[in-house]
Structure formats: structure tokens, C-alpha cells
């Protein structure tokens, strides 16, 4: 058992990885009080920015052209969810309704870009990151095994991220206003808090997140940006929802999800696995989800004005 | 604001005309016969998915460049029956009277095409069509193509183990279908025939023979691909379309990390897409079919009124339907050599590669 949690553990990382930072953009979003169905959109803006970028950089500079790929993924990302940001916000339109909007078109928008500019829907990637052991720390027992070896340099990035949103969200004043934002924004406007410029602020960082997520994607397990992104920006809205909106329930949700998902898709190379059939391994997640969430629902942490576009005139 | 309105909609019936005027000009059939058209549909990939739908694509333009044809291809926006119906009525009463159909997914939609559209010809790759019984109904305007797969894998097979000598092998394919199966079982008896014939010592155990059941699943192909070379797999055969995508890059992460990691690539060459350093590349060989030859040569047959219509025609040896890539890097000349030799084999009927699972692994 344990030699095979051990060989699993960090491929499950790997695919946990862009899970957890793009839901935790939603986080952003949704405590501000903006939904982002788009997440999955945003994750194809990342992946597409960040193959084209490390694929036109890779020759001349090939160390730095993954990280070059993942900022502009990061820039791209901020900037596409500009566009839901002014639809929702400036417009006050159906928040719904605009991710989704936002999910077809970059899907489109990316596979007609990649075809002009490449010649080929696909974008492949020469270089990708490699898996390294931590130093010193690999040799501690038991974690040094699982946390610290074969990990890949954008995990530490995230879950460095994961802790400086957390701070920002809960112990500075900005984190405080957003999630007031999402509470009570006639409260929070009284107060003198700008409730359009904060909103906006969250949604860029939701987008940012999410194609870093994106871009996370092609630098580390897949190595060609396809034109989609396979459903994990649903899975990390998902996870969001089942982290009931706390970094700490995101990390663990997107991890559960990660974990789940990587057994099904190697039970079948592993004999002690292979035995179960792998319907049951491939649905377990989704039915714990609907489990935890029927059993949650009436205790929900959703923010108060989830979904609500604000109304200055509205009492 | 009306005026603007009216205006706006006569600039555009306008540049409508101006667009159909050059169409009916650059259109004009010849006399007596109308031109060829040739139409493709895809299927669940895309058109540059580097394998299936790409190989098919090249042949058909390269067809449409010589012979100076019409082309087009269209995507359905899904995978059932009822999809690819519409996608082929669409072209076929576009004037698009021959019809290339990839993948063993058309089957029931050209056994239905072929008697709606009677004046369309279908060229139908890796099927042949039936209402869902498996009973082929081949049409007067219809050629199935099948592709010799397990002597493509045989090939590959031979090649991979004669040129690492020993050691543990492994394969991933997509979904569990024949072309998919026939590529795992010729491969395995490739590499049996290495053993026997060339004194190699290459195994392969039941764990590391896997089915992923998708085309598309970039992430489990990695996963899995990691699971193999973690156990001390030399060398994974993919032939898994996306799936497989994610297997070369796990070939590639570990290789440039300085470890050993291949792959045998499937139905087209797919050298460049393991490159991961320089000019290196990941993969050992590919077991291709000629996929784009086939396309090729329907529509060239079509063109001179020789379409071979009714018949279910098999690309193997015999006429160089399959094979592998003349020039890899990763394969010493004396093992082509040695391949070459079995391709002869092959191609003169003295040896046989069975395309059924017989004692085989799965």
C-alpha cells in the first residue's frame, strides 16, 4: 500500500497542481461576488498563450522561455477575464451567461489564433520542466518520499501563491473589502469601498490564476496546447464549491480531486488496482462531490451576493 | 438610423454579388461533366490531430494540388450518426460527389449514406459500413479501406526489440477496437520474432499491455507512460492518439533529465513531435500506415473512372500500405536492414503475422 501511494503521489501532485490555482482564481472571484463559469476558457487563454510563447522563445533562450510562457499565460489570462469583468460589471449582465460566453469563444478564438499563426491547431513544446527532488529535504522520512521528490518547479510557485492569497484574503485590507464585497456591497460602497474596482481587480486575478493554471498544464503533463483543457476548469469550479470558498477547503477539495483522478487513470498499469473495475475508480470523485454537497448544502459558505450585479440605486 | 439600416444591407447584397460572380466565374464546369469535388469529414479529432485526420487531409490536398480538384473538409460537431449524416448531406449537395471518411466511427452513417446519396462515392479508412451488425453492406459506391496494422506493429516491434537488445517493453493503446488491437498483437509477435530469430531478449508482461479507453486523455497518458518507466519499461508502443500525446512527453521529461525513455510511435512518422533536445528525439521508430497514400489513390482512381467501387480493399506489405520511417537517428542501419528483410518476407508471403489475439496479450 504504501510503496503505492509512494508511486503515484507525485503525478497526482502534478495534476492537482493546476486544479488548485485556478480554482483558487475563482476563489477571487466568487468571495468579490462575481461567478466564473469561464474558468475553463480561461485555462484554454492560458495553455494557448503559453505554448505559443515558449514555442516561439524555446530556440533562442530554452531555459527561460517556460517562464517567460507562464507570465504571459498569466498577463493573457488577467486580460481575457476583462471581458467578463466589464460584461458583468460595468453591464451588469447575467454573470452565468458571460462565462459561458467566455468558455466558447476562447475555445474558438484559441484554435483559430494557433491555426494562423502556426499553421496547425496543436502547439507543441520542445522543452518542458523537469521533475527535480528537492535538496536536503527529500532524504527527511516519510514526506521527503512523497512531498519532496520528483516535483516540478511550478508546484512550489502555486503553492506559494496559495499561501500569499490566503494572507491577502484574510490580514490586509484588500482581502477584507473583497470578501465585503461579496457579503454586502451596499455596506461595503457606505463604507467608501470602491465595490466596481475591487470587483474588477478580483475577476483579472481569477483570470490571471486560471492561465497560470493553463499554462501550468502544458509546461509540466500534456506538452501541446490541443485547443481545450479536458474539463479541469469545471472540475476547479467544482472544487471550489466543495472547498465551500476557503483556501485551505480549495486545497484540500482540488487534492482529493487530483489524487482520485490519477488512481483511475493508472489502476489499470497496476495490479493491485487493476482488479476493480475502473467505472468504479473513474466515478468515486463525482459521487463523493454530490455526497458532500447534498449533505453541505444547508450549511453552504457561499458569499451572500454571489451572483448579484451591483445596484448602487438599490436598497 | 433607417437610412443607415438600408444602406448598410445594400453594401452587403452588394459585396454578396460581387462574391458569387467570382464564384460562378473560377466554378464554371467543364462542358458535358461537372468538375470532381472532394470532400472529407472528420472524425472525433481535429484536422491537425498528426495522425488519422491529418494523414487523410495530406492525401486529399496532395490529390487536389495534382489534379487541380476542389477540396474541403468539414467538422462535425459531434461523434454520433446523426452528425456525420449531416456533414456528408452538407457536402455532398455542395456538389461534393466523392467523399472521404476517416475512422471506423462512419460505419453506420455511410451504410446509410450510401443509399441516400447514390450519386456521391465514399471512400471509407479503418470500416466498412453495416447497420450496426457488423454484416459489411458495400455499396456500388463505396471502397473500405482496411490498413494491415499488426504488420505495421510487427515491423515496429522487430525494430524496437532489435535495436535495444533486452529488456521490458509495454503498450498503450486507445480505445480497445481492432485497428487499435491488430497494432498491439503485431507488435508483440515482432518482438517474439526478434527473440526467436535474432537471439534478443525483449519481455512483455500483461501489466504493462493497457487499453486507456479514450483518444483524448492527455493526463492518464502521462500518468500511465510514468507508472511503465517507473517499473523499468525500456520502450512503450502508443498508439493512442492524444493519450499517446502525453506518453511521448513523459518520454521527453524523463530523457532530458538523462534517463532512458522510449516510444514507438503510431500511423505517421512522429520523430519531431519527441524531439526534445537539438535534433534527439524519444522515438525509436513509428509503425505507420499510409494513410494519406490510400486517400490518395482513391481519389486519383475516382479521377481516371476507375473507382473500385463495391470492394473492401486491405493496404498491408504486399503493396507498401504500411511500413516504417526510412530515416531515424535511433535506429542503427543494421537493424533497417534486418527489418527491411522481414518487410520482404512479408511482401513475398513466406512470413506471416497473425492479426487475431490467438496466445497473445490481451
Redesign the interface.
Known amino acids: 500500500m504504501w510503496s503505492l501511494i509512494t508511486q503515484i503521489f507525485p503525478y497526482a501532485v502534478a495534476f492537482t497542481i493546476p486544479l488548485l490555482i485556478t480554482s483558487l482564481g475563482g476563489l477571487f472571484s466568487e468571495r468579490s461576488g462575481i461567478v466564473n463559469i469561464g474558468l475553463e476558457g480561461l485555462m484554454i487563454i492560458g495553455m494557448f498563450t503559453g505554448a505559443l510563447t515558449i514555442s516561439v522563445l524555446e530556440i533562442a533562450m530554452p531555459g527561460a522561455a517556460i517562464w517567460v510562457g507562464l507570465l504571459a499565460a498569466f498577463i493573457a489570462g488577467a486580460l481575457f477575464a476583462m471581458l467578463h469583468a466589464f460584461a458583468c460589471i460595468t453591464l451588469n449582465a447575467n454573470q452565468v451567461i458571460s462565462g459561458i460566453a467566455v468558455n466558447m469563444v476562447a475555445g474558438a478564438l484559441t484554435t483559430y489564433l494557433a491555426r494562423n499563426i502556426t499553421g496547425s491547431g496543436n502547439i507543441l513544446i520542445i522543452h518542458g520542466l523537469v521533475r527535480k527532488d528537492v535538496p536536503v529535504l527529500s532524504a527527511l522520512p516519510v514526506i521527503g518520499r512523497l512531498v519532496f521528490t520528483q516535483t516540478y518547479a511550478t508546484t512550489w510557485l502555486v503553492l506559494f501563491l496559495v499561501v500569499l492569497s490566503t494572507f491577502t484574503l484574510y490580514k490586509t485590507k484588500f482581502g477584507l473589502r473583497l470578501r465585503a464585497c461579496g457579503e454586502h456591497p451596499h455596506a461595503a460602497d457606505s463604507a467608501g469601498i470602491n465595490v466596481h474596482l475591487v470587483r474588477y481587480l478580483a475577476v483579472m486575478i481569477s483570470g490571471a490564476f486560471a492561465g497560470l493554471g493553463g499554462a501550468t498544464v502544458i509546461v509540466t503533463y500534456s506538452g501541446e496546447f490541443n485547443g481545450t483543457a479536458a474539463g479541469l476548469g469545471f472540475l476547479a469550479l467544482a472544487a471550489l464549491i466543495f472547498g465551500q470558498w476557503k483556501p485551505l477547503g480549495i486545497l484540500g477539495a482540488t487534492f482529493f480531486f487530483g489524487f482520485a483522478s490519477t488512481v483511475a487513470n493508472v489502476s489499470q498499469a497496476i495490479p493491485a488496482l487493476a482488479k476493480i473495475s475502473g467505472i468504479y475508480l473513474k466515478t468515486f470523485p463525482y459521487i463523493v462531490t454530490l455526497i458532500a454537497l447534498v449533505l453541505s448544502s444547508k450549511s453552504s459558505q457561499a458569499p451572500k451576493a454571489l451572483g448579484e450585479p451591483y445596484d448602487k440605486g438599490k436598497r | 438610423m433607417l437610412k443607415r439600416g438600408i444602406s448598410f444591407v445594400l453594401v452587403l447584397v452588394l459585396a454578396a454579388a460581387m462574391f458569387s460572380g467570382c464564384g460562378k466565374q473560377a466554378d464554371k464546369p467543364e462542358p458535358g461533366k461537372p468538375a470532381l469535388k472532394v470532400g472529407m469529414v472528420t472524425d472525433f479529432g481535429?484536422?491537425?490531430?498528426?495522425s488519422f485526420n491529418q494523414g487523410t487531409w495530406e492525401g486529399v490536398l496532395r490529390a487536389g494540388k495534382e489534379f487541380g480538384l476542389e477540396t474541403r473538409y468539414l467538422k462535425p460537431v459531434g461523434t454520433t450518426e446523426a452528425d456525420y449524416m449531416k456533414e456528408i448531406g452538407n457536402l455532398s449537395d455542395a456538389g461534393f460527389k466523392l467523399i472521404v471518411c476517416p475512422g471506423f466511427k462512419f460505419e453506420t452513417a455511410i451504410f446509410q449514406a450510401q443509399d441516400k446519396y447514390k450519386d456521391t462515392k465514399f471512400v471509407l479508412i479503418d470500416g466498412y459500413p453495416h447497420k450496426g451488425d457488423w454484416a459489411p453492406v458495400v455499396k456500388e459506391n463505396t471502397v473500405s479501406i482496411f490498413f494491415a496494422e499488426h504488420e505495421s506493429g510487427f515491423l515496429a516491434g522487430l525494430a524496437a526489440a532489435l535495436q535495444l537488445k533486452e529488456g521490458e517493453f509495454g503498450f498503450i493503446g486507445g480505445m480497445e477496437i481492432p485497428p487499435v488491437q491488430k497494432f498491439n498483437w503485431g507488435f508483440q509477435q515482432g518482438v517474439k520474432y526478434a527473440n526467436t530469430n535474432y537471439g534478443t531478449n525483449v519481455s512483455m508482461k500483461a501489466?504493462?499491455v493497457?487499453?486507456?479507453?479514450t483518444f483524448?486523455?492527455?493526463?492518464?497518458g502521462?500518468?500511465?507512460a510514468?507508472?511503465?518507466y517507473?517499473r523499468g519499461v525500456r520502450a512503450i508502443f502508443t498508439a493512442a492518439g492524444?493519450v499517446g500525446?502525453?506518453s511521448?512527453?513523459?518520454a521527453?521529461?524523463r530523457a532530458?533529465?538523462g534517463k532512458e525513455a522510449w516510444i514507438v510511435g503510431v500511423d505517421v512518422d512522429q520523430y519531431g513531435?519527441g524531439?526534445?533536445?537539438g535534433n534527439k528525439s524519444v522515438i525509436l521508430t513509428s509503425a505507420m500506415k499510409y494513410i494519406d497514400v490510400a486517400a490518395y489513390d482513391m481519389i486519383k482512381a475516382e479521377k481516371e473512372g476507375k473507382f473500385p467501387g463495391g470492394q473492401i480493399l486491405t493496404f498491408s506489405a504486399v503493396n507498401d500500405g504500411i511500413g516504417i520511417p526510412k530515416t531515424n537517428p535511433n535506429l542503427s542501419d543494421d537493424v533497417y536492414k534486418k527489418v527491411m528483410d522481414a518487410f520482404a518476407k512479408l511482401k513475398n508471403g513466406s512470413l506471416k503475422v497473425s492479426d487475431t489475439q490467438g496466445d497473445l496479450l490481451r
Open positions: 481535429t484536422i491537425d490531430d498528426k501489466e504493462n493497457i487499453y486507456q479507453g483524448d486523455n492527455v493526463a492518464a502521462q500518468q500511465l510514468a507508472q511503465m517507473d492524444g500525446v502525453g511521448i512527453n513523459e521527453k521529461a532530458k533529465a513531435e524531439v526534445y533536445e
